[in-house]
């Protein structure tokens, strides 16, 4: 039944549209036997015309649901029998058979149930009808259906698609006006289908005319020179994508490490507690509030904060406040803490990655080109880490705590004297840092798996983007992390993930020695600074 209605409503899609004239009993005959290629030069023909019971007949023979028997076809649908191209019941005869298609046939078949619904009302159907035509190999029988398509198109993105289709079959056709524009239509593609078309016609013996080699020629030069810029551009875009996850998983570590001087190999499982914290939202959403799944990111945000603050201060009055000073002996602990959170993890979660799932606001992009697609989760971690870099900045430089932690940076016995509880700003301080931490693993979740060894890939890398933009500079950390980013996605291009990593670690241990104190040293009074 569900069958029946997806047809009635093809078939009134395509009964709103203009149409010539009806099928007749005589041209679904044909459509439905005889030879392979009369059969479908019958049904191009018909689908050219784009009669409005064509769509159901199409849909019985790929259904196995036509019989012919002295020179007529009989459909039968939902028990009910009718004389094909019309709507008068009938009945089969015994000795009426089976229509057979091959793949050939059934090919021709799904092409013109697809063409057919480029003529249909919705902008949807036609989208989709677009998208399935563009997959199979176009034909010049096929072109009357899509220039009727193509004068009656709306949508301009449609419209631009369906010209492209047009030049992509007329690009092959004999007169050579038809080719010339064709070619020039083309100029204006980006599509790597449009290339390989371009680069088949311009092979030897394919197109004799020098005019219209030229003309294909100037069209391949402009369709990969689209095609170059968006492979540009889509490095570009991971670069700076790859550089605002660092920069979040940096932030904290900025001020953990960079203002209070704690090397805390634990920053990475910081991070997947936040990511676990948003995998147990999503969890609890799922289960309670359905209706509301999509909007449990909005919720995992501060509970993925919260969750590594926590943590973290936990951290900072059990272990790390007796170490201050002692760098050795924090490295030690903290590193032997990340292996007791990592198997923690491990025992209440299990060994595994576990699923976290993009709301339905997140999934999809932006296509900008064909060959470069804008996912709208790595869009919005862009935005995320911008939102979080100007709200560390603002805390650190214009609230009474960041005035505290700067104090206690810069001269922690003077800061004392002036009666500021130096323990409570160091906890106070280490838990921001972790719960920066914790926000960098919720934004992780949303574009890789989360699992216990999730901050192992990040810990290293958040070192050098902080060692690099300089101890204690929050705009070192962002030009270190996006520079880090694009260095790293331009020079994969060309050498490999394994070796690009090696000669960014080397241009880093290099810089370092040129410059100890990082691009943005620390401003100060003391001989140190």
């Known amino acids: 039944m569900r069958r029946i209605l997806l047809l009635l409503l093809l ?48 849909q019985a023979l790929l259904d196995d649901a036509v019989k012919v028997a002295g020179g007529k076809a009989y459909v039968t649908l939902d028990g009910k029998t009718v004389l094909a191209g019309t709507s008068t019941a009938a009945t089969a005869p015994a000795d009426a058979e089976d229509v057979v298609n091959n793949n050939r046939m059934r090919g021709a078949l799904e092409a013109a149930l697809g063409s057919l619904r480029l003529v249909s009302p919705q902008v949807e159907t036609r989208r989709a009808a677009l998208v399935e035509l563009a997959k199979q190999q176009l034909e010049e029988a096929q072109l009357p259906l899509i220039d009727k398509a193509w004068g009656a198109e709306t949508d301009a993105t449609l419209k631009a698609q369906l010209e492209r289709m047009r030049a992509t079959i007329l690009v092959s056709a004999s007169d050579k006006g038809k080719r ?48 170059a810029c968006g492979e540009r ?25 960079g203002l209070m001087g704690v090397i805390n190999m634990a920053h990475g499982e910081l991070m997947m507690i936040g990511a676990y914290a948003t995998y147990v939202v999503q969890n609890l959403f799922r289960q309670y509030l359905p209706g509301a799944f999509d909007a449990y990111l909005l919720a995992a945000i501060p509970m993925s904060f919260l969750a590594s603050a926590l943590v973290g201060a936990a951290l900072e009055r059990s272990v790390i406040r007796w170490l201050y000073g002692r760098p050795l002996e924090t490295l030690l602990a903290t590193w032997g803490i990340s292996l007791v959170l990592m198997q923690g993890v491990r025992s209440l979660f299990g060994a595994q990655n576990v699923a976290v799932e993009n709301p339905a606001w997140l999934s999809g992009g932006v296509a900008v080109f064909s060959n470069l697609t804008l996912p709208y989760n790595r869009l919005a971690i862009l935005v995320f880490a911008a939102a979080v870099l100007i709200g560390v900045a603002l805390l650190i430089a214009r609230t009474r705590l960041g005035l505290f932690v700067r104090g206690v940076t810069q001269n922690r016995r003077m800061a004392a004297c002036m009666g500021v509880n130096t323990a409570r700003v160091d906890t106070y301080a280490f838990s921001l840092g972790a719960g920066i931490a914790g926000l960098a693993g ?32 929050l705009a070192g950390t962002v030009y270190a992390a996006l520079g880090l980013g694009l260095i790293n996605k331009f020079l994969e291009g060309y050498a490999g993930a394994v070796l690009a990593k090696i000669m960014v670690l080397v241009f880093i241990v290099i810089f370092i020695q040129k410059r100890p104190q990082g691009m943005f040293a620390m401003k100060g009074r003391s001989p140190e600074a």
């Not at 030879?35 to 030069?41: F, H, K, L, Y």
């Not at 551009?233 to 490490?257: E, H, P, W």
Request: aromatic letters at 2%.
């Open 11 to 58: 078939t009134l899609g395509v009964l709103a549209t203009p149409v010539v004239r009806a099928l007749t009993p005589e041209e679904a005959t044909a459509i439905a036997s005889g030879e392979t290629d009369d059969r479908i030069a019958a049904l191009n023909k018909a689908t050219a015309q784009a009669d409005p019971a064509l769509a159901v007949l199409v």
């Open 180 to 227: 010339l524009a064709a070619a020039q239509s083309l100029l204006s593609s980006g599509e790597s289908g449009v290339k390989s078309l371009l680069q088949e016609r311009l092979a030897a013996g394919a197109e004799a005319d020098p005019e219209v080699r030229a003309a294909l020629q100037a069209a391949l030069t402009a369709v990969e020179g689209r095609l």
């Open 233 to 257: 551009l889509g490095v570009l875009f991971t670069g700076v994508s790859l550089g605002s996850i660092l920069l979040l998983a940096a932030l904290g570590l900025a001020i953990t490490y």
């Open 442 to 473: 919720c934004a992780l979740s949303q574009v890789g798996n989360v699992g216990p060894d999730l901050g192992q890939s990040y810990i290293v890398d958040s070192f050098m983007v902080v060692v690099l933009g300089g101890v204690g500079q």
